[in-house]
């Protein structure tokens, strides 16, 4: 059974940065693509970011030079190296098992398996 366990999530300033984690379990990494989305009280679910299983990584245009994924195979885990952090940024984060082979895709809509997310707060 395939799980992913968010963690690091936290109360931060805006302008500080954060890194988000995200545990996989009952599958490989390096053989999937991954995403990091949010959602934000009132509104839909977004795609912030994606990594193919060849490492090819695709960023929405909100967090284009502020946030990086990577992921360690080692360990099974992927990450949301987040800095530059605004309020809007405030959200449950979730990392996810998309599609869109072989590049990956932001839309929420290609899911295949959620995380239980991780709340995220950003004060001015």
């Known amino acids: 059974q395939v799980q992913l366990v968010e963690s690091g999530g936290a109360l931060v300033q805006a302008g500080g940065s954060l890194r988000l984690s995200c545990t996989a379990s009952?599958?490989?990494?390096?053989?999937?693509?991954l995403g990091w989305f949010r959602q934000a009280p009132g509104k839909e679910r977004e795609g912030l970011s994606c990594i193919t299983y060849s490492g090819t990584t695709y960023y929405a245009d909100s967090v284009q030079g502020r946030f990086t994924i990577s992921r360690d195979n080692t360990k099974n885990t992927l990450y949301l190296q987040m800095n530059s952090l605004k309020p809007e940024d405030t959200a449950v984060y979730y990392c996810?098992?998309?599609?869109?082979?072989?590049?990956?895709?932001?839309?929420?809509?290609?899911?295949?398996?959620w995380g239980q997310g991780t709340q995220v707060t950003v004060s001015s």
């Open positions: 996810a098992l998309v599609g869109g082979y072989p590049s990956c895709s932001l839309n929420p809509a290609s899911v295949n398996v």
């Open positions: 009952g599958l490989t990494l390096r053989v999937v693509n």
